[in-house]
């Protein structure tokens, strides 16, 4: 069975900084497409930052100089840095692994993240 395992989430005061990691237990990770999304109480869920296969890169406008997303196939693993945090990005943050090859698609269980002003 296929899990995705958040951790790294918290309350953090603005300006701060906290590191996201998602350890996937897939057996060939290096072919997913991982990704983070997070969602805020009646907010749709949104992509917040991407890495592809490739490990080509794409973020959210609204995080974009401020986060940045990593992986290491070696330990089957993505992480998110996020500094300069801002109240706005207070959300449940979600962690995605995609295989368009494969045909597969993951979710995990997710982890808060509290901005406080």
């Known amino acids: 069975q296929v899990q995705l395992v958040e951790s790294g989430g918290g309350l953090v005061q603005a300006g701060g900084s906290l590191r996201l990691s998602c350890a996937a237990s897939?057996?060939?990770?290096?072919?997913?497409?991982m990704g983070w999304y997070r969602q805020a109480p009646g907010k749709q869920r949104e992509l917040v930052a991407k890495?592809?296969?490739?490990?080509?890169?794409n973020y959210a406008d609204s995080v974009q100089g401020r986060f940045t997303i990593s992986r290491d196939n070696t330990k089957n693993t993505v992480y998110l840095q996020m500094n300069s945090l801002k109240p706005e990005d207070t959300a449940r943050y979600y962690c995605?692994?995609?295989?368009?090859?494969?045909?597969?698609?993951?979710w995990g269980q997710g982890t808060q993240v509290t901005v406080s002003s």
């Open positions: 890495i592809l296969s490739s490990s080509s890169t």
């Open positions: 995605n692994a995609n295989s368009p090859m494969i045909g597969h698609n993951y």
């Open positions: 897939l057996s060939s990770f290096s072919v997913y497409h």
